[in-house]
């Protein structure tokens, strides 16, 4: 018999430079390097969005989701953003895991879980891990929320006070159809939107090259030779099962000193320092 596994990947947007020193505490299982693919393949992803976000907020949100169907030359549409919101359940939940649902939301977070991280925003997802510890780890996703964590100020509009919502949105959605950090330097950090950390100043809306080809291998498929990329599509390997896998919770944290840290299972099990400028 297979046993259930709900394994919460939860990715602090304010998060970590991998490009510095690692320190590895314990274990290794569920590492940022690990691949992450739909269990169902089956697109687009129906995503409900927050009752709770303004009109030019949601503007942003359909944008962002529209410019990773662009991303990929018509390949895939990733997202069917509803224009039926869906309720905010920050004031109904305690913890992270309330937020598991039938329902893909985005939400807009004020009272934010006491589980999570202080982050911009959190991409969570409840899946299945297989062959932990192995070369060929993967992660089956069957479930996504973004969480956006309104005590940070955020604008909608060209320019503003605080953080480009544009960019965060469009940062979450790409850990949302699977993509995980890039490992390039902080001189390197604007050939790419999944760079692990933003700053007040950034404005990413657009993905780059690099996240065109990092898209199309992780799905697959070619880019046109007009794409702007001069880089090499590597298929994806295929991954199978070979065990039923284990009960796993993971959490990417940032604190104000730049240490970025991961838990698993509420234990940290990667230590390492984070560049914020």
């Known amino acids: 018999m ?10 602090s947007l304010v998060a970590c430079n991998a490009t510095k020193t690692e320190e590895i505490t314990s274990g290794g299982v569920v590492t940022s390097k690990t691949p992450h693919v739909w269990g169902s393949q089956s697109f687009p992803k129906t995503v409900y969005v927050s009752e709770d976000f303004d009109t030019a907020e949601v503007e942003n949100i ?11 030359e018509g390949k895939k549409s990733f997202f069917l953003v509803q224009s039926t919101p869906v309720a905010e ?10 937020f598991k649902d039938s329902i893909f939301g985005i939400y807009k977070v004020v009272k934010w879980p006491t589980d999570l991280p202080s982050a911009l925003a959190v991409t ?11 070369s060929d780890e993967y992660f089956s996703i ?11 100020t955020f604008y909608s509009g060209d320019s503003g ?27 390197q950090r604007y050939s790419t939107v999944m760079y692990p950390s933003v700053s007040s100043g950034d404005k990413k809306r657009d993905p780059t090259p690099l ?29 199978k099962p070979r ?26 099990v990667n230590r390492h320092p984070a560049s914020l400028k």
């Open 211 to 239: 996240d065109q080809v990092t898209l199309a291998s992780h799905y697959n498929y070619t880019l046109s030779s007009s794409s702007g990329s001069s880089q090499m599509v590597t298929p994806r390997k295929e991954y």
């Open 62 to 72: 359909n944008d962002m989701a529209d410019k990773w169907d662009v991303a990929s």
């Open 243 to 268: 065990d039923a896998g284990t009960e796993v919770k993971m959490q990417i944290e940032l604190y104000p000193d730049g240490e970025c840290v991961h838990r698993m299972n509420g234990k940290v």
């Open 124 to 134: 969570q997802m409840f899946g299945t891990l297989y062959n932990s510890g192995a």
């Open 142 to 152: 069957q479930h996504a929320d973004i969480l956006v964590n309104y005590r940070y």
């Open 161 to 187: 006070y605080g953080y480009d919502l544009k960019t965060v949105i469009l940062h979450e959605m790409g850990h949302f159809i699977g993509l995980n950090h890039q490992n390039v330097t902080y001189s």
């Open 89 to 98: 359940k920050s004031d109904t939940v305690a913890s992270s895991d309330g």
């Open 2 to 11: 297979k046993t259930l596994l709900f394994v919460p990947i939860l990715f």
